[in-house]
């Protein structure tokens, strides 16, 4: 079944809790953390206070998602923080495989990322150290884009490398991604859908969450 990860950033940070708390009763799977360091990406937000804090509050399957430069210098601090997935961006990394390595060697999931012009191509050869591959559907570094359309056949291709080498690899989407195009992309292989603005803007979250798994 498709996991539903909303995105933090969307959230109101003066209401953690209980913003977290309706995701909860919304039925969703993980949640998703968006962490930017303002030179990856040209924006900043949280870091493993904030996620440690709220790791006290909620059980749910904590999603990291690091757009931060050589985020190998940090996966010690994700993992005390309470991350069970840290998923980070192959074009941040000089070193990609040692770093979803030292995510594995600390009994997290690894994840690796690409933005929308970097091809599928780039991730064949590491592969088999990953446990999800996130495809960036809009420019890192905000919520509340628009989808951009070519990234959408990239599911696609990430689907056909899993299937070649044989891996259950989680396949997971990121950015503008709403009830009205979430149905092409599941056609496509999405298993973990990532949605900001979707979820925690909606008026009703638990019936967002419903528009979004199609029910
Ligand atoms: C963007 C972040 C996303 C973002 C998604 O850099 O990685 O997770 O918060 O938000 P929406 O769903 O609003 O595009
Ligand atoms: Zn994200």
Redesign the pocket.
Known sequence: MLKISP?L??ANFANLESDIKAVEDAGVEWL?L?V?DGMF?P?ISFGPCVISSIRKKSKLYFDV?L?INEPIRYIEDYKNSGADGVTVHLEACSDVSGTLEKIRSLGMKAGLSIKPATPVSEIKRYIELCDLILI?T????????K?IPETIKKIGQVKSLCRKYNLQTEIEA????TEQNITELINEGLTVC??????F?AKDVEEAVKKLRGT
């Open positions: 995105s950033l969307a998703h968006d930017m990406v924006n998602h757009m960036m809009v420019e890192p570094g905000f919520g509340g884009q989808l990121d950015g503008g991604i990532v949605a900001g603005s979707a979820v803007r």
